[in-house]
Each structure stands twice: as C-alpha cells, then as structure tokens.
C-alpha cells in the first residue's frame, strides 16, 4: 500500500527544529554572558511558555480534564518539558556545543527502541537504515564545526545531561503518542509547562532574587525572548503538530535537521564554507528520513 506523506505534520516538525537549530547558539551567547544562569534560562523557558499557553487558552474553548488525566499531564510535563529543558540548557552549559550536538543524534535511536518495545512498532531496515543514514549526515555537519566548539569545564556531567534529556524526550513521545489525541494542543501545552513551573520553581527563588536584571543588555534580551516565545512556546505548538500527525520515529528523525541549521547560519555569517562533505551530509539525512518515513508502521502490518 502507498504511504501517505502528511504534510502538515512534516511542515510543523521542520519548522520547531530550524527554530531549535536557531536557538542552541543563543541560549549559549545569552547564559555566556555570567548573568543568565542555566537554571534561569529554564526557569525563563518554562514558566514564560505556561504564561503563554494559559493566556491563548482564553480565547480557544474549555476542555475539562479529570484528575486522572491531570496526573498524566504532570508526567508528560515532567519528561517532555521540565527534564528535556532543564537537562539540556544545564547539560550545554557543563560541555561544548559540539559534543552535545553530537549526543542530540543519538534520541532517533532511543524513540525507535522505546517504540518497539512500549508501542509494538516494528523496527524494519528502511527505518534502522533511515535512522543511521540520518545520524551518519548529522555527525558529519557537527564534527565540521567542532574544531571552533568551546570546551566546557564539566564535560564528562554535561555529556550524561545531555543525553538523559535526549532519553526523557523519548519516552515522552513513546509513553505519550496515544494520550495527546484525547485533548487539543492548548489544553495538553498550558498543562505540562504548569506543572513542570510547580516543579522547578521551589529551586528557582533564591535565583531570581539575587539575579541583576537590571545589568543585561538588550541583546540578551533579546536572546532570551527568543528562546522562551520561539525556541519554546512556537516550536512547542509545532511540536504537539507533528507529534499528533506523525510516527514518533519520524517526530525523533526531524533532530537531524538542527545541525543543519546550524551549518546554514555559519555559511551566511561567513564562519564557515560550503564542501561537498558537507552536501553529502545534507542528503544523507534528507535521505534517511525519507526512508524512515516510508517504513511500515504497526498499523500497515496488521492490514
């Protein structure tokens, strides 16, 4: 049977990792400057998201969720927002970006292991080959900028938080995959970013209350406004898009594209040249994705 490509979902999933791809460069020039501290920056992400979702809740209908769904909720904010967020900002802050782009390429491989085992997907050549086409292209592009990558002075805790964060994200999609059709994408955002802000802000007084805000210049500002309505509250509304309409191997697979992204912005910047390594790599995830997404699901076995 022909596979149907849905475009919307894979609109919505290249369009929250171009802004993710935009986004890892400024959070770490915004924290780079000693004044926003990783914590801070999560703190910023979270809360200022949850802002964001109850105040569009008001103009879109009342869904009532019962205590039980509610309890889910917390879990899906738990793995999806809070552990996904705050391991990352706090894992890039402790090693380099490079190493942590390279880390980012294994969470494809997580989702398709956690689906086959939780949600019965099978794993099938087109998508293990997909997968490693994929990750074989994002390492190329990462490790041709990591010659310029800062060290960080923890790496070795920054590499683990960086990988639980690609870990929590993937059960997120896999526990999660059935559960977010019951309610619209308002209702489940305004939710898990509201208990993941109950969660965090307990540890997050006594940086609020020594952080001089009044010191910050308008472009951290104005990177951190980015990271909370673009990096976070758009590519969110994405996110739940893709993750509504897509397979969550192929919702994992869209992580390729940030280190394309990145790659994109060095060439306009000048900071980096154009190779045929380079292309080749692109095609390799372009590639790899493609077969992901023309692999068979559970659902075309049992048909």
Known sequence: M???????????????????????????????????TPLLMTDLRVMGAALLFWLLSIFTPREHVPLKDLALLAGAGMLGVLFNQGCFIF??????????????????MWVMVLAALILHEPITWKKAGGIALGATGAVILVYS??????????????????LTAQLSYALYLTL???FIKKYTLVTLMKWMFTFASAVILPFSVNTWVHTPFAHLTLSEIGGAAYVVFFGTFIAYICIMIGQKNLRPTIVGMYNYFQPIVATGVGLYLGLDTFSALKGLAVILIFTGLYLVTISKSRADMTK
């Open 2 to 36: 022909r596979t149907q490509i849905n475009i919307k979902g894979h609109a919505a999933m290249l369009g929250a990792n171009v802004i993710w791809g935009l986004m890892s460069p400024v959070a770490k020039v915004v924290m780079g400057a000693g004044i926003v």
């Open 176 to 178: 999660y995959k059935n």
């Open 91 to 108: 894992g890039v802050s402790f090693t380099s970006p490079g190493e942590a782009s390279i880390i980012t390429t294994t969470m494809p």
């Open 145 to 162: 900028g990591i010659a310029n990558s800062a060290r960080g002075n923890n790496p070795m805790l920054g590499d683990l938080l960086v």
